[in-house]
């Protein structure tokens, strides 16, 4: 294992460490920074311009063609061209940065402030006491200081209550037109809310501030229903066919958001009562569970949801114990495998305001696709397994401490672990890179088969030749660390079992892409720019997705662009504004379902794509 | 006691009885008919015209004025002129009717069905179920059939259950675009509400049909609240005072109206669960109490409400037992002690059309009035106390079977009594009547005192001195009835303390419009029109109202019109059509509240009305 370089970037003040080599925009984007690079980071666009503040090195030919040689001085380079060899102070520009909140909330290219306007609003009022000559109704003169409102009889009481016991002032909280509370004092400034991505494998969650829209604090954790079955048809199949089913299964999932609010609150001293509003994107048996919706139906042809619509709701009704007042949105449903997570994926990479041909493929325990092609969206789903989650795999891992994230063979094998510790398991991108390099050397072969120790291409060397492993059974493994610090006892290692699952998973993905394409009458070669979303780890590496066949052949490196938990991005979103929320409502409305299993060629498209790629 | 002539009223389908020379005018407002009377009745305007179809007589000089000898011989008279002699079957123009849900319901002036717009509507859909080629989801489905709605998660379990179990079809209820309920079935007609006048001493409730806007029953009871208390001081005194109060009071009011509902349905099998909507309209203290809002503010300078819109609240949550989905809704509030039944009286006579300056005058154990004057709205209350509802009347009660509603002397008492029975009691317009009579004839001296048997006028008819009795220890009454059927064992009779309390409530109401009139900065004399309303019994005789005094001298007989229970029938406006509720709202908000308490020379006006008027 290598000793990683620390990066840091600016003003968003976050850190990463990398191995030696990788780009600043591959670097930026494990720090949460998506960097605009309508070329594909081929060096062309010049648009992924950053600044090194501390440990610049000489700019390339492409960056001196780019920049005066003013801007050379100051440290301004292409963050794609730029490779990290030293510890490294970045400053990235706002109109520098692509996708995720940014795209949406940036209210214009200056780098000025994002655009916050949530449903929250809390206001600190100071009211004039009622006289004989003045004596208007209580909600009346606080009407007089806020503006209009809707309330309930209980606070329309505490309202009285409150004014009468700390001379008429106080702070009032709305969502939208209707007082959720009424505190003591001025709280104004203690305003937040939380966003969840739903996912049927992983749950991952922030705590933002409602006023200034910073995130506070993330936390990522197992859906813990994945104790009734890791795919979404075992979780249905609990729900219709046992009573209280549906029951214990979304009151482990709300059990568990309920222990991530908690989770997300202490660093900052935030309590529940502080947090006035929660965003959910999940896919539809995710939304549908958390609601106590019944999924029974989505188990039975013809996959038809309950609802469709975005759903505001009482936080309290859903078991979420933040403010008692306050509501959670979830966000709409397209059909019975494309889900509230696809919208907020639309809306967080804007997929609409793309004019060349946009695909978005969110990797997830189910692969969700969607096509933007002159302002008509089609959307599909695939089902792409939980291997990269880290599920079905023998030691497979969320991208958390310990995980590995990237493999690079050289003569030997060398890994990226996040925290830049021992490796406890392999995450998505991890995956990704292994299998990739696998294929690339011979030691899989593009049936999926991992060689024995005795059928290995001679031209491999020997330090990798050393690590395919054989058991007594006959049973081939590809060893990854050593005993003792890995999964469990055994060392971490990629089984016969794990290719077969990944095979599974990518190629549902590619064939779900040809299929989509072929139903909207266009070809991959249409494709302007595909968009890769999902939380394998922090970042994929486009060629590592190509060559194992998660994209189907033909699409240029350049168009390929990573942009992370696009899920989770648009339930922040989602969050922060209304405008944000009606536009999410609005794409959901324009999209034209495809059902897959439905379409002809369907069977043998999916047997083609079990098969890896012959060649990249 | 005489016999009484019946009178039916087409197209409405109503029947009364009356004395022999009762004018249709008088005739169709015991009905719940308001007929169009510009001129006051004076026979001037000639808009009250109306057709006799059974039991015409010959015209009248004023008739032959107005109307063509065909129309003449077709029927058509005028209202005002008309005496009854015989029984009659009578048609009523759309275009003669006046006020009431008619002024605010009617479409146009055609005599077409009035505008019926409720918040509720049912509409019945079939649709296609779902297939492989058409996976909409079920509410989306029903999006499609009904238009956009938003609904609670209990109820989209309901809906896919229902439309699952039935064929893909079911009756939706919209309560604005809320969908509240999804029935199995076609349902659709079965759609009702009901509309309650919650007065300190009376309730009264409607329930209407709310496809056609029907009258389908009406039931009045006495507010059982009164054990706490005949005013709503000693209601604010209770409430503010013992800890279960509120609560007490709170619980034996909706107790009464979940009863009358009861009562309501009754009659046409109308179970709660299809009453979808209620309106309420109360006084300040009413409103609240009903809501659980501690009136204990109302009680203490400057008698501040907590609240001052209208609420639209869940029916469960006050305790009313109608559907499960619905809504009450109750009229905003304008002061402390100018509340939700003004606002509904405001909407019922659309004061705020009459170009002349207008006064509105609601007699209850409260007198609200509301002066309107080029568009300024003022509003004041008064305590009237609760004589004219019957309460602290010896033989006092409500106008139901068996009071007598109008009284008239000549050289002996004529009575009329509701239901053609023998009188139980008194009613507040056969209290005025008797009050009014007793003046005149000068059983009762201006200052109030009922003269004693040796007292009595020389020129008084010997019949009528023989009614006026002495108790052993001094005490006069005057009695109306023989003993026996009367009040209990006592005959029905009138008591000096029942003089003093009419005495003190036409006085509070009469020194109330003098101050209103006073701080509009106008006199009696520019009223343009004075609009009588309350549940005094069914008619009340302008005369006998001038004569006591409930109204300052100066204003001329044909400017005053009896408007019935305005309160009552705007909340039917309200419940019939949002565009009613939202004028209510706009008319409150429009209105200028007056405390005449605090006005110079309140003292002075108050002592001066305690006096009876010297002459009419």
Redesign the interface.
């Known amino acids: 294992m290598e000793t990683q370089i620390r990066v840091t970037f600016h003003p968003q003040g976050r850190a990463v460490s990398v191995l030696r080599g990788t780009t600043i925009l591959e670097a930026a984007a494990r720090a949460g920074l998506v960097i605009e690079t309508p070329c594909g980071g081929a060096g062309t666009c010049g648009k992924c311009r950053i600044r090194i503040m501390q440990g610049c090195g000489v700019p390339t030919a492409t960056d001196e063609r780019v920049f005066s040689p003013a801007e050379l001085k100051d440290g301004w380079r292409l963050a794609c061209r730029t490779v990290i060899v030293r510890e490294m102070v970045i400053t990235v520009p706002q109109a520098s940065l692509f996708g995720d909140e940014h795209q949406i909330l940036a209210t214009s290219d200056s780098g000025a402030a994002p655009e916050i306007l949530p449903g929250i609003r809390k206001i600190y009022v100071t009211l004039a006491p009622?006289?004989?000559?003045?004596?208007?109704?209580?909600?009346?003169r606080l009407?007089q200081a806020i503006g209009?409102f809707k309330?309930?009889?209980r606070l329309?009481?505490h309202?009285?209550a409150t004014l009468?016991a700390n001379g008429f002032a106080g702070t009032a909280v709305l969502d939208d037109h209707t007082l959720i509370d009424f505190e003591a004092g001025d709280t104004h400034a203690r305003c937040f809310g939380v966003a969840f991505d739903i996912g049927t494998t992983t749950l991952v969650g922030t705590l933002l501030n409602l006023c200034t829209g910073e995130k506070l604090a993330t936390v990522s954790r197992m859906n813990p229903q994945v104790s009734f079955g890791d795919d979404v048809l075992s979780r249905i199949h609990q729900a219709a066919s046992c009573g209280s089913g549906l029951d214990e299964m979304r009151l482990a999932l709300t059990n568990e958001v309920a222990a991530m609010i908690d989770a997300l609150g202490a660093g900052a001293a935030i309590s529940r009562e502080n947090i006035y509003a929660a965003a959910f994107a999940g896919n539809t048996t995710m939304e549908h569970i958390l609601?106590?919706?019944?999924p029974a139906?989505l188990g039975e042809?013809?996959?038809?949801?309950?609802?469709?619509?975005g759903?505001l709701?009482p936080a309290g009704?859903l078991g979420i114990p933040i403010h008692h007042g306050a509501r959670a949105y979830l966000f709409p449903?397209i059909?019975?495998f494309v889900g509230g997570d696809t919208v907020a994926g639309m809306l967080a990479t804007r997929i609409d305001r793309h004019e060349e041909t946009a695909l978005l493929v969110d990797i997830g325990t189910n692969g969700e696709l969607v096509l933007s092609h002159h302002g008509v969206f089609y959307a599909a789903s695939t089902a792409a397994g939980p291997a990269f989650e880290g599920a079905r795999i023998a030691c497979g891992m969320r991208g958390t401490h310990g995980a590995i994230e990237k493999v690079v063979f050289d003569d030997d094998v060398r890994l990226e672990v996040i925290g830049n510790v021992a490796p406890t398991g392999l995450c998505g991108s991890g995956l990704i890179d292994l299998i990739a390099e696998l294929l690339a050397c011979g030691i899989i072969t593009p049936e999926g088969q991992m060689l024995a120790p005795d059928e290995l291409p001679a031209s491999l060397p020997p330090a990798l030749a050393r690590r395919v492993e054989s058991d007594e059974d006959g049973t081939v493994r590809f060893v990854l660390s050593e005993a003792g610090a890995g999964c469990g006892s055994s060392p971490v290692a990629l089984t016969q079992r794990d290719v077969r699952e990944v095979q599974l998973g990518s190629g549902a993905v590619r064939a779900g892409i040809i299929l989509l394409m072929r139903q909207a009458g266009l070809d991959v070669s249409d494709l302007g720019i595909v968009l890769i979303a999902g939380g394998f780890g922090n970042f994929i590496r486009r060629s590592s997705a190509q060559r194992i066949g998660l994209l189907p052949g033909g699409i240029a490196h350049t168009r390929i662009r990573y942009v992370g938990n696009v899920s989770l991005a648009g339930a922040q979103a989602a969050l922060l504004s209304g405008d944000a929320r009606r536009l999410g409502e609005d794409l959901a409305r324009r999209i034209t379902?495809v059902?897959l299993s439905?379409m002809e060629g369907f069977q043998d498209v999916f047997a083609d794509a079990m098969v890896f790629p012959r060649s990249y």
């Open positions: 009622p006289t004989l000559t003045d004596d208007a109704p209580d909600l009346l009407e209009p309330a309930t009889l329309i009481r309202v009285s009468r609601c106590g919706l019944n139906q042809t013809p996959f038809v949801p309950m609802h469709a619509r759903l709701v009704e449903i059909g019975g379902h059902e439905t």
